[in-house]
């Protein structure tokens, strides 16, 4: 959603507050904007567009100052334009907001302020606070009392950061359902909505908890429950990635980097947490029912593992995307939920596990973000260590998030009896021989991938299919494609085409198959029958497969062959390779791939 950002030091931080937006911009990209406070007023620029966009209108760079706000807008109230991108000033200009969130009483607050003569520059629900600001401080006299009784009035989910001309030097920040982040520096601190923004200048971190507001100057910084002023006392956490991970490094977009990174993420998810597995894996074993909770990526690597558990272990755990959990499910004290999340922050998983906890369940989560909501909020995590994601659309996060639902499928398993040790032993040691796997089919079959896409290109329309554990890989193989290159991609299951779909099915329809490996024979047969249904209506078909799958590779147009490789990881190997076709197709259509039209990447509205 919004990225929002401040900071505050002994020196010119004007670089660094641009920086810190370009770091956050993959939280929302189509406005933003600087506001500085120096000379009796707070001075904002912003306009629409990407951040270096709007640096080259608005000279952003150029202002000068030793405390400022930022922010970049992904919209929700009102269109994208240059009022409605942040910071909002007060009328009077002594008061200077960033907003991430919803303010859902805004209409009500407008109305009055509008009766008391405001008048409103943007269509946002953010402005009424920068109003109610100047109101409140006319009559408290008192900034901190403005900024507190201001917050007050307000109903909805939301992080806002502040900064006033009366007070040079203060940064001024709520967080009430959206996430804020302190950085600890020397002589600067930072406010932001997460870490990525102030990685290159410390490590060291402050969670803001909901309910929660902070006054930040450069030496200082204090914390407390807004309900009643009363002090907080936290520490800090250490942040464990580095700065240089969450940079480009050489490679053309951080989606490919992403993709490159894969080896080591797997590698990661692999020495997380053993005792958190074998807790959550026995608690799984113990409750009645343990649901699996995501959305977009994170839903299809919760049906992924949905196969993981019923093959390994004979569990059969349900699934019901984060956005219609609180509709669909039934939970209550016997249950598990545990949500899966790169972010932490999504706000439609965020509710199901509140109402999760409601209803009296226990709840577990894998997460990728330290110090984020879901990893703070759940009885159990397991920290998945991929290191920061920037580019919108999930790849390494989700193949991490796969290992380790792997993992604690082998571990209940083995727990339940489902699985011998020495099964066990060999599937974790093909789970470790995966990251070499992965390496050598990136650094081999990239230039044929990359062919391929340049061919297949130009079909409008698009099925993704696959089978058993290959369907919710195909599932998250349409999700990637279509996401950044606008092409129509339906991820179906192979054996569901038969029952409506084949309609569609014509010279001009692309199916892309998702072969199992020869060694799954029936599931290896019944998908090469779907490719015979298609052949037979004249559709092209092109797909990934193994060397040793001669019957596929002969009946597909083109396939992308991959070395043998045993069952357990074939499914995550051609994900993989998915990934990269959808890179390369969105490259050739010279699509926005790490920022693609009208997404986010992290999605705390409901
Ligand atoms: C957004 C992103 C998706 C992501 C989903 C869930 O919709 O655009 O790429 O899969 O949120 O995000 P999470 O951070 O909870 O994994």
Request: aromatic letters at 6%.
């Amino acid at each position: 959603m919004c990225g929002i950002s401040a900071v505050t030091g002994s020196e010119d931080i004007v670089a660094i507050l641009y920086e810190s937006i370009l770091n956050l911009e993959y939280r929302g990209y189509d406005s933003c904007g600087l506001g500085v406070v120096g000379n009796g007023n707070v001075t904002v620029r912003k306009n629409t567009g990407g951040v270096e966009e709007v640096n080259r209108k608005e000279h952003l760079t150029k202002l000068k100052g030793k405390t400022g706000i930022a922010h970049t807008r992904w919209a929700t109230h009102g269109k994208v334009s240059r009022e409605n991108a942040h910071p909002h000033n007060s009328a009077d200009g002594q008061f200077s907001i960033v907003h991430n969130g919803i303010i859902n009483n805004y209409e009500d607050l407008r109305d009055e302020l509008m009766a008391q003569g405001v008048v409103f520059k943007s269509e946002t629900d953010t402005e009424v606070m920068a109003h109610l600001l100047e109101k409140t401080f006319q009559e408290t006299g008192d900034i901190e009392q403005a900024f507190i009784q201001s917050v007050k009035r307000l109903e909805g989910s939301f992080a806002f950061c502040m900064v006033s001309a009366r007070s040079q030097q203060t940064i001024y920040c709520v967080r009430q359902g959206s996430p804020l982040v302190l950085g600890l520096g020397t002589k600067s601190n930072f406010v932001a909505s997460d870490v990525n923004a102030f990685l290159q200048h410390t490590r060291k971190a402050l969670v803001l908890e909901d309910g929660e507001y902070a006054t930040v100057t450069p030496d200082s910084v204090t914390v407390r429950k807004t309900a009643d002023g009363s002090l907080v006392s936290r520490k800090p956490i250490r942040i464990e990635w580095d700065a240089e991970t969450s940079r480009k490094g050489g490679y053309a977009h951080y989606m490919l980097k992403e993709i490159f990174e894969q080896p080591q993420t797997i590698r990661n998810a692999l020495a997380a947490t053993q005792e958190g597995v074998e807790r959550i894996a026995s608690q799984i074993r113990e409750r009645r029912d343990t649901y699996m909770m995501g959305v977009g990526t994170t839903h299809y690597v919760a049906q992924a593992g949905q196969y993981f558990f019923s093959s390994l272990a004979g569990k059969y755990l349900p699934v019901v995307s984060s956005d219609e959990f609180v509709d669909l499910a039934v939970v209550g004290p016997q249950d598990m939920v545990m949500a899966i999340s790169q972010s932490g922050e999504t706000y439609d998983t965020r509710r199901g596990i509140a109402h999760a906890k409601d209803q009296g369940a226990r709840t577990a989560s894998i997460v990728n973000v330290m110090g984020s909501s879901l990893s703070m909020s759940t009885d159990e995590v397991i920290m998945q260590g991929s290191g920061p994601e920037i580019c919108v659309v999930s790849t390494k996060a989700a193949l991490a998030q796969m290992v380790i639902l792997l993992r604690l499928a082998l571990e209940t398993g083995l727990q339940e009896g489902t699985l011998a040790a020495e099964q066990y032993d060999e599937s974790y040691s093909h789970l470790k021989a995966l990251p070499d796997t992965v390496t050598a089919v990136l650094n081999e079959r990239s230039g044929f991938v990359r062919n391929l896409a340049d061919k297949t290109v130009g079909y409008r329309n698009w099925l993704m299919l696959g089978r058993g554990i290959y369907y919710p890989m195909a599932l998250e193989a349409a999700l990637k494609l279509k996401e950044i290159t606008y092409l129509h991609v339906e991820g179906m299951a192979a054996g569901f085409l038969k029952h409506g779909t084949l309609a569609l099915v014509d010279e001009e329809m692309m199916s892309f198959f998702l072969v199992p490996t020869p060694e799954e024979k029936e599931l290896n047969q019944h998908t090469i029958s779907a490719i015979e249904e298609v052949k037979a209506r004249k559709g092209p078909v092109i797909g990934i497969a193994f060397e040793n799958d001669k019957r596929a590779l002969k009946l597909l147009d083109h396939a992308i062959e991959l070395p043998p490789t045993p069952p357990l990881v074939a499914p995550l190997l051609e994900l993989v390779v998915a990934q990269l076709f959808s890179y390369f197709s969105a490259l050739k259509l010279g699509r926005s791939i790490d920022k693609p039209r009208n997404l986010a990447k992290s999605v705390t509205v409901g």
